[in-house]
């Protein structure tokens, strides 16, 4: 027998730890050579950890959550010649253990331990029958007489018709009130109310912890302002329902690549909104391109792909490259560089847009932009009333930064192209 020590290696430029967010084996558990050990998450980026070799885990480094340093042991693996050898008995779980050694347990149906079969007795004595009493108890092992009222009644407030006791043949509503008003009420749960539950403590790890680090250095380092100003989206709303009518083979069009073509193209005159801030060396950069984040929710939290030089594309190529990265994002298949060196994010709630949003910015960067819901609304056209299509624009910047004028300067730049669509396509 051989111990084999898998370090961790060196999985990303300047990256000093990982955060261990799910292990794939148990010591005391075989793994195979290539096999996955463990995921690991450096920044925004999840790294597949596999095993080197075949064998028995023998020793892990931490629980999910812990931070180990890059070069440290992350697991011990027990090898051997022949390759195939297999746990010991003592690193059998207690509960296989007692499975195991159970004769026949895989056998017992669910219904015979909720009901086991009645043990015979002797025959009791005879004894004179009671008196009669004026209210019955419901048999449950017989089915319960009631009305249909009676029946979706009780449905209704959640009540079990065979807890309720019948004056007679039957159940009634009479009874039912009887059984609301003097029994407890046992089983019931009035229509509306709430029903509390048990506190659950969750383990902040991963991305929701590295979503809780970034969101929480960005508020206390970076003094925050926003400003919002609201857009008629109506012809642009048009030109985008006949685009779509003709796109072929072409991805459908949201609002979002119309907006990233008015960002890029409003840039030029605002560098000060494209930069990013180094808060040590005390130095901004003013990007020349647009590497556009794109916050995206996923089932692991809030993750920020980044659209590539986006003043380079048009809104097809753009619709196209948001599904594709939104996509990988949601099925934790994006590159470390696709989730990193973005230069101004833009953050979209779609539909639940609400009126307006104060989104947080994504550091070092020094701006955010976040487009809110579309409603239609009467508006003065002249002497004329109209039907509008309406959308609240959000933009939070660094006040270290961007002025307060030039970021209302920049939004009404926006506003121009996004209220006159056939600006996006002229040169």
């Known amino acids: 027998m ?5 370090r961790l290696p060196d ?15 148990k010591i005391g558990e075989r793994v195979e050579e290539d096999a996955q050990l463990a995921d690991m998450m450096t920044d925004k980026a999840t790294v597949e950890m596999e095993s080197p070799v075949s064998g028995i885990v023998v020793e892990l480094a931490g629980e999910v959550g812990d931070l180990i340093p890059i070069g440290s042991t992350l697991a011990v693996i027990e090898t051997d010649g022949d390759g195939d050898a297999e ?20 056998e017992i149906s669910v219904a015979e331990v909720a009901a086991p079969a009645p043990v015979a007795a002797p025959a009791p004595t005879p004894v004179p029958a009671p008196a009669p009493v004026p209210v019955a108890a419901v048999d449950h092992g017989k089915s319960v007489l009631a009305s249909p009222a009676v029946r979706a009644r009780a449905k209704n407030l959640g009540v079990d018709l065979g807890q309720v006791q019948a004056e007679g043949d039957r159940i009634r ?12 009420g046992q089983g019931y749960h009035a229509p509306g109310a709430s029903r509390a539950r048990a506190d659950e403590p969750i383990k902040v790890i991963g991305m929701r912890r590295k979503i809780a680090e970034n969101m929480a250095a960005s508020k206390r380092a970076i003094p925050h302002f926003t400003y919002v100003e609201e857009m008629d989206v109506t012809a642009l709303e ?3 329902a006949d685009l779509n009518a003709n796109r072929g083979g072409r991805p459908k069009l949201t609002m979002l690549p ?3 073509v008015a ?7 605002f560098p000060m909104i494209n930069a990013r801030y180094d808060d040590e060396g005390g130095v901004v950069t003013r990007h020349g391109a647009v590497h556009l984040g794109m916050a995206t929710q996923t089932d692991a939290g809030l993750m920020v792909p980044v659209i590539r030089d986006a003043q380079d594309k048009n809104v097809w190529q753009l619709a196209s490259e948001i599904s594709r990265l939104a996509e990988a994002a949601r099925t934790g298949k994006a590159k470390v560089e696709e989730l990193t060196g973005g230069t101004l994010t833009v953050t979209s709630l779609g539909p639940l847009g609400g009126i307006a949003t104060t ?3 994504n550091r070092p960067e020094v701006a955010i932009i976040g487009p809110n819901k579309i409603v239609e609304r009467p508006v003065f056209d002249g002497d004329e009333i109209r039907r509008a299509k309406l959308m609240n624009l959000s933009i939070s910047c660094d006040h270290r930064v961007v002025d307060g004028w030039d970021a209302a300067s920049y939004v009404q730049a926006l506003k121009k192209l996004i209220e006159t669509p056939v600006l996006l396509f002229a040169d």
Request: aromatic share 8%; charged share 20%; glycine share 6%.
């Open 263 to 269: 960002i890029c193209r409003t840039v030029p005159q």
């Open 258 to 260: 119309f907006l990233i």
């Open 173 to 184: 509503h009479a009874d039912l009130d009887a059984f609301l008003r003097y029994s407890g």
């Open 11 to 25: 999985i990303g430029e300047g990256i000093a730890e990982a955060e261990i967010v799910a292990w794939h084996v």
């Open 359 to 361: 989104p947080v910015i």
């Open 87 to 106: 746990a010991p008995p003592a690193d059998t779980p207690a509960e296989q253990q007692i499975e195991a050694e159970t004769p026949g347990a895989e």
């Open 238 to 240: 048009e030109m985008r």
């Open 2 to 6: 051989a111990r084999y020590s898998f």
